[in-house]
């Protein structure tokens, strides 16, 4: 399976990051479960002829459900034909549980194990059994702590943001931070009962026009205590700014919020979102932003994979910069090696793509770099440290097959790389540490048994989430659960995310 993140995202109305589609391994994964071997069940037709009695008095299994419930919701952005994981994925699971282990999953700093997390995140399956809801919120909030808010609030708009108080409060923050609340402050006029908060309900009332009875309703619970007094000030400011000409600006607020953060912007003192959470960054990324917190929003946000790598490139390359230093750098040596690849001449990229790629590397952007240039730097000519350069940027990219092939003297030069990027690993093939760890996984390294017999016995969504919880901590130093990390992603057929994450484990730990 071979999904890239992006293609995913995509389907969450914003044309999120993905990358390419798979490729199939020289050989066939390890199989453990019977999703894999791709043989569909077929429908046997009932003979006429079969007599209608039973064989046995044994009262079948029945569900039963209170007349008037409603079944559980199939929410997600990715059908199966696309994710290509079974339907089953989740119902074998408890949601609470479920729930949890998103909730738990640390930061996936690799891009292969983030992509994967986004195709879970993302996929429409049945649902799990007992604590949909919970679950559903789980994989909502996940996208949010990875800045892909229109997924995020796509998804919450299938589950139903007036389904409880919970859902509803998430969909007003995910409304203000993308700057149309218009229906959510009807909902919330509609149904007072969903209020997140008395702030809410006099942001929406003035944003109805009714100012003066917004204004009656913040002094009510400004003197009922309903409303901190933080925001009674923003608010005040908000339903009438002419009292509050020449004053000194508000503090910013000290916890991120929502509601504060807009309330600031449209006082004309907006929060920077630098030091806010990744989703605040979307904010940035508006017309009505200047091109640097564009730049700095969109890198925040590719680094998570929820922008696409073409969305960075046309932001890097929208202007030529006016000034030096930090992001201008960056962009001026961008722009350097783009207009040098466009020459076609190796002497011009030659000068160029090193410095562009010590840039990208200074701020985490390789893998979304190599996505971009990957196979024009395939077709060229290239010598000494360029094609060094180059050879990484080909095993960052969905094509690291190719590496070998295209670079051969690197590709002797470092054979581990090589032989992770094949999939096969020769007998004499010898690394220590995180490359050794790599290796191992590759040669008959053994899988999580426990995670295993998770896939096996029908929880396949539970254990792939243990499994990229468990290559994370791999990556992050115990090589052990590295090696068993990636053999566990091999045995459950993600052989081009086990390849991916390995090469970027070897690759990037540097940086």
């Not at 995020?152 to 923050?173: I, K, V």
């Not at 229906?183 to 509609?190: F, G, K, N």
């Not at 590295?482 to 053999?487: E, H, K, M, Q, V």
Request: proline share 8%.
């Amino acid at each position: 399976m071979r999904n890239r993140l992006t293609s995913l995202v995509c389907l969450a109305a914003f044309a999120a990051a993905t990358h390419a589609p798979a490729q199939e391994p020289p050989e066939a994964p390890l199989n453990v479960i019977d999703w894999l071997d791709g043989q569909a069940l077929q429908p046997t037709a009932l003979s006429v002829e079969e007599p209608g009695v039973v064989t046995s008095g044994n009262v079948p299994s029945v569900t039963v459900r209170p007349l008037g419930t409603a079944a559980p919701k199939r929410v997600g952005l990715a059908p199966p034909s696309v994710t290509g994981l079974p339907d089953t994925l989740w119902s074998g699971s408890d949601g609470a549980a479920l729930a949890r282990s998103i909730a738990d999953m640390p930061d996936l700093r690799l891009p292969a194990l983030q992509s994967l997390f986004y195709t879970i995140l993302l996929a429409e399956a049945q649902p799990p059994t007992g604590r949909v809801a919970a679950f559903d919120l789980a994989r909502i909030d996940a996208l949010v702590g990875l800045g892909a808010l229109d997924p995020a609030l796509a998804l919450l708009e299938q589950a139903g943001p007036e389904t409880s108080q919970a859902h509803f409060a998430r969909y007003m923050d995910m409304s203000l931070l993308a700057g149309t609340p218009q229906r959510a402050c009807s909902t919330l006029r509609a149904r007072p009962a969903l209020s997140p908060g008395k702030a809410h309900e006099v942001y929406c009332i003035a944003r109805a026009g009714d100012w003066s009875t917004a204004a009656l309703q913040l002094g009510t619970a400004r003197v009922l205590g309903l409303i901190d007094a933080p925001t009674v000030a923003a608010l005040e400011r908000f339903l009438d700014p002419d009292l509050f000409e020449g004053e000194p600006p508000l503090p910013v607020p000290t916890q991120p919020d929502a509601l504060m953060f807009r309330l600031f912007e449209a006082n004309g003192t907006p929060v920077p979102t630098r030091s806010w959470p990744v989703v605040y960054a979307n904010a940035d990324l508006a017309d009505t932003a200047g091109w640097k917190p564009q730049i700095e929003a969109a890198e925040r946000l590719a680094r998570t994979g929820a922008v696409p790598d073409n969305r960075l490139l046309g932001l890097y390359t929208q202007r030529r910069p006016a000034a030096s230093g930090g992001v201008w750098d960056r962009v001026a040596a961008l722009q350097r090696f783009e207009t040098a690849l466009g020459t076609g001449s190796p002497a011009a990229v030659s000068k160029t793509l090193p410095e562009a790629w010590r840039a990208m590397q200074a701020t985490r952007l390789t893998v979304p770099f190599a996505a971009l240039f990957a196979d024009d730097l395939a077709v060229m000519t290239l010598s000494g440290r360029t094609a060094d350069v180059a050879f990484d940027v080909l095993l960052l990219s969905p094509d690291y097959e190719r590496a070998a092939q295209v670079f051969p003297t690197r590709a002797l030069r470092r054979p581990d790389l090589a032989a992770v990027a094949a999939g096969e690993i020769p007998a004499n093939l010898q690394a220590q540490g995180t490359a050794g760890a790599v290796l191992a996984a590759f040669d008959g390294g053994a899988p999580d048994p426990r995670i295993v017999i998770r896939a096996q016995g029908g929880a396949l969504g539970a254990a792939l989430l243990d499994a990229l919880a468990l290559t994370l901590e791999g990556a992050e130093g115990d090589v052990a659960r590295l090696t068993s990390g990636l053999a566990t992603l091999r045995a459950l057929g993600l052989e081009d995310v086990a390849r991916r994450a390995a090469l970027q484990v070897m690759l990037l730990e540097d940086t």
